[in-house]
């Protein structure tokens, strides 16, 4: 029932097979396969394929999953979700993207990484919308957006990574925020460095040389070129907004890159790594 829902089976079909299943009729399973593959290799069925079998979603707290786009949805897909962190001086907030496989009733989650979008503090608790897209193609697009201030970093095909299946279980969104602190607090903390600034240039260019002559990434590698162009001419002077900016685009850079077949998933992993570094150097 599970399978017929994922490839679009009409109500009245799923209602039946209900009955047949709550009435616990006899059924032989592989007398209903082979009648099916016969169907279809006459060409008297076409199986319709217009949803997706995954659902994606993140974790949040301790080991719970969170469901951004469920399993079976119509394609293509693009649901958004909005997740607060409560710690209103982060440079940096991260999102675990995780996929939900197999039957409802028993899911397998598996880890795809965590992925970064790094951001200016506002003194306010940071709110970042994710948006999850499933393309024609099944490919799946991921965007985080600072909800303050609009920065943001966008991946592509993420569904291609798989990690190590997680022992998760579902859970709603968190309702409260948690406590605040004031801004006079949050304006003494350090924020973005000169120092920072200047060694995301270095990193950058160095990306930069990898994507020479690809055309693949050109519009990542666009990206990456105006962000060093926009630190250079203020001379480093604004680390606090030029340095979140660079990060974001050399992370769609380096996704852009893996996602062409020009840097291998271990490179890919190591690069984000040490752009982390950056972030917690002061």
């Known amino acids: 029932m599970d399978e017929l829902v994922r490839l679009g089976a009409g109500k009245e079909l799923i209602s039946e097979m209900r009955e047949i299943y709550d009435g616990e009729w006899l059924v ?28 994606y979603g993140t974790i949040l707290g301790n080991n719970y999953y969170y469901s951004i786009i469920k399993p079976g949805s119509n394609m293509p897909i693009i649901e958004r979700k909005t997740i607060i962190y409560r710690n209103p001086s982060l440079c940096r907030v991260s999102v675990s993207i995780v996929t939900k496989e197999g039957i409802e009733r028993q899911p397998t989650f598996k880890y795809k990484g965590d992925y970064d979008l790094y951001i200016e503090p506002t003194g306010e608790e940071p709110e970042v919308v ?33 990690f190590a299946e997680l022992p998760l279980q579902e859970a709603t969104p968190p309702e409260s925020k948690g406590e605040k602190r004031s801004k006079d607090e949050i304006a003494g903390l350090p ?37 060093i162009n926009r630190a250079t001419v203020s001379n480093f002077s604004n680390p606090n907004q030029d340095c979140p900016f660079m990060l974001n685009r050399i992370q769609e850079l380096l996704n852009a890159l893996y996602g062409s077949g020009h840097l291998e998933e271990g490179e890919f992993r190591s690069n984000l790594r040490q752009l982390r570094d950056i972030e917690t150097s002061r």
Request: contains cysteine; hydrophobic residues 40%.
């Open 191 to 227: 924020h973005w460095t000169r120092q920072q600034l200047e060694r995301s240039v270095h990193v950058a260019q160095t990306v930069l040389d990898i994507a020479q002559g690809i055309p693949e990434v050109e519009e990542a590698r666009t990206g990456v070129t105006a962000s």
């Open 28 to 55: 032989n399973p592989m007398e209903c396969v082979a009648r099916g593959a016969a169907l279809a290799a006459a060409q008297i069925i076409t199986p319709i394929t217009t949803t997706h079998p995954f659902g």
């Open 130 to 162: 994710v948006t999850m897209e499933i393309t024609k193609t099944r490919a799946l697009v991921t965007t985080f957006t600072h909800k303050q201030t609009g920065q943001s970093v966008r991946f592509l095909e993420l569904d291609k990574i798989t």
